[in-house]
């Protein structure tokens, strides 16, 4: 295995992360003077997130199962090409309902190319410190809060929503296409897979079908981990930056409150993952569920900007550790031949219990004139997430459970 070349698949699936997360996630900070400008609702608005969500909810399997058959390379080129021309379009947008189409199904389903096909590429690149190199990649994801969400807030201070959109989506163009160039295919794909002695449906591990993996409760178990882990912070994630503005917080200082999240999540994600090496992603996952429950239930007992930032950083380590465990449980499990499908399909679950929070949120502050349910409510959404991943069981050593190659 190059062991050289691995670490740039590491760098480049990060910087992609980073642009498309950022990009999309550029709406939080555009939220309420886009609601300013053109009279649209909080709640229309944050409903073109939670179409992005769905967008990417129904296109991870899809782009997965071609990055399995093709490559990541192909994938990853594709959706940022997509992504950097519907940025374009939708700051062009002239109503509502045309906004949420052009920056919900297109951004959304471009977004997704990046993360399933890349995280699937990364776990066959390593056969050891797998839980720490899917974390860094994960972690240049989470260099968007600290990157591109004050560059919107800059922009959009600066220019009007439109302009700053625009600029948002030349340099997507210009940053993504020449990095996903860089993207190969992992050795791991190429080489006879080990296996135990028998697959989950007794046959040889390398034998199970993709129909039989997605049946498997190992598989459900998770897919429905993730959705509730996501709807955990989904909407604490979208809506803390208007939160903050509305106990009194200027914009630019609110938005320093996500990147304050974002940098947590980076020092979270290296963590998380050299704990999952060292004591077991699983182990490490369940303890971190538990943790980020009570974590967003914080958000309710704080108002001023230290008590933010306090919350912020607690919620940004925990929440950003435990997403990468997934992809690295699914490889423990699963063979790699069918990585971008089953990864998939966990972002798939992911991208749903996100949709969840802008659109909730967005009513709860309509309809309550204050966000504090909406914490509340994701504690709840949190615990069940804990309880859900308590009973995930691997396959037996000899049934299934894969050595990497």
Same mark, same amino acid.
């Given at each position: 295995?190059?062991?050289?070349?691995?670490?740039?698949?590491?760098? #480049?699936?990060?910087?992609?992360?980073?642009?498309?997360?950022? #990009?999309?996630?550029?709406?939080?900070?555009?939220?309420?003077?886009?609601?300013?400008?053109?009279?649209?609702?909080?709640?229309?608005?944050?409903?073109?997130?939670?179409?992005?969500?769905?967008?990417?909810?129904?296109?991870?399997?899809?782009?997965?199962?071609?990055?399995?058959?093709?490559?990541?390379?192909?994938?990853?080129?594709?959706?940022?090409?997509?992504?950097?021309?519907?940025?374009?379009?939708?700051?062009?947008?002239?109503?509502?309902?045309?906004?949420?189409?052009?920056?919900?199904?297109?951004?959304?389903?471009?977004?997704?190319?990046?993360?399933?096909?890349?995280?699937? @590429?990364?776990?066959?690149?390593?056969?050891?410190?797998?839980?720490?190199?899917?974390?860094?990649?994960?972690?240049?994801?989470?260099?968007?809060?600290?990157?591109?969400?004050?560059?919107?807030?800059?922009?959009?201070?600066?220019?009007?929503?439109?302009?700053?959109?625009?600029?948002?989506? @030349?340099?997507?163009?210009?940053?993504?296409?020449?990095?996903?160039?860089?993207?190969?295919?992992?050795?791991?794909?190429?080489?006879?897979?080990?296996?135990?002695?028998?697959?989950?449906?007794?046959?040889?591990?390398?034998?199970?079908?993709?129909?039989?993996?997605?049946?498997?409760?190992?598989?459900?178990?998770?897919?429905?981990?993730?959705?509730? @882990?996501?709807?955990?912070?989904?909407?604490?994630?979208?809506?803390?930056?208007?939160?903050?503005?509305?106990?009194?917080?200027?914009?630019?200082?609110?938005?320093?409150?996500?990147?304050?999240?974002?940098?947590?999540?980076?020092?979270?994600?290296?963590?998380?993952?050299?704990?999952?090496?060292?004591?077991?992603?699983?182990?490490?996952?369940?303890?971190?569920?538990?943790?980020?429950?009570?974590?967003?239930?914080?958000?309710?007992?704080?108002?001023?900007?230290?008590?933010?930032?306090?919350?912020?950083?607690?919620?940004?380590?925990?929440?950003?550790?435990?997403?990468?465990?997934?992809?690295?449980?699914?490889?423990?499990?699963?063979?790699?031949?069918?990585?971008?499908?089953?990864?998939?399909?966990?972002?798939?679950?992911?991208?749903?219990?996100?949709?969840?929070?802008?659109?909730?949120?967005?009513?709860?502050?309509?309809?309550?004139?204050?966000?504090?349910?909406?914490?509340?409510?994701?504690?709840?959404?949190?615990?069940?997430?804990?309880?859900?991943?308590?009973?995930?069981?691997?396959?037996?050593?000899?049934?299934?459970?894969?050595?990497?190659?």
């Amino acid at each position: 295995m190059n062991h050289s070349y691995r670490w740039v698949i590491v760098a #480049a699936g990060g910087v992609l992360g980073c642009v498309a997360i950022g #990009a999309m996630f550029s709406l939080p900070v555009f939220l309420l003077p886009m609601s300013r400008e053109t009279g649209w609702s909080v709640t229309g608005i944050s409903t073109a997130m939670t179409i992005g969500f769905l967008a990417m909810a129904g296109a991870s399997m899809v782009w997965g199962n071609l990055s399995d058959r093709f490559g990541a390379r192909p994938v990853v080129l594709a959706g940022s090409v997509i992504l950097s021309g519907s940025l374009a379009l939708a700051s062009q947008a002239s109503s509502l309902i045309q906004f949420q189409l052009l920056f919900g199904l297109l951004v959304g389903a471009a977004t997704a190319a990046v993360f399933a096909p890349m995280m699937a @590429c990364v776990t066959g690149w390593f056969d050891t410190r797998r839980s720490l190199a899917v974390s860094l990649v994960s972690a240049g994801m989470g260099m968007a809060p600290m990157t591109m969400a004050p560059l919107a807030a800059w922009l959009v201070s600066v220019y009007d929503w439109r302009t700053s959109m625009l600029i948002i989506a @030349c340099i997507a163009a210009i940053v993504m296409i020449p990095t996903a160039l860089l993207v190969r295919r992992p050795p791991a794909a190429d080489e006879p897979e080990m296996t135990g002695e028998a697959g989950p449906q007794a046959g040889p591990g390398s034998a199970m079908t993709v129909r039989q993996a997605i049946r498997s409760p190992q598989f459900i178990t998770l897919l429905v981990a993730n959705f509730f @882990c996501c709807a955990t912070h989904s909407g604490p994630i979208f809506h803390t930056v208007s939160y903050a503005v509305t106990c009194g917080i200027p914009m630019i200082a609110a938005v320093s409150i996500y990147s304050v999240e974002g940098l947590a999540g980076m020092f979270g994600r290296i963590g998380f993952g050299v704990m999952g090496d060292r004591f077991g992603a699983q182990r490490v996952l369940v303890a971190g569920l538990f943790a980020q429950a009570f974590g967003v239930l914080a958000y309710v007992f704080v108002s001023q900007l230290g008590g933010f930032y306090a919350v912020a950083a607690l919620v940004g380590f925990i929440y950003a550790g435990v997403m990468p465990l997934y992809a690295v449980i699914l490889r423990e499990n699963f063979p790699m031949r069918m990585m971008g499908t089953v990864i998939g399909g966990t972002a798939m679950a992911g991208s749903l219990g996100m949709s969840t929070g802008p659109l909730v949120g967005g009513l709860i502050y309509d309809n309550l004139d204050g966000y504090a349910w909406l914490y509340i409510g994701s504690w709840g959404i949190g615990l069940a997430a804990f309880l859900i991943a308590i009973m995930f069981r691997p396959f037996p050593k000899a049934e299934g459970r894969l050595v990497a190659a």
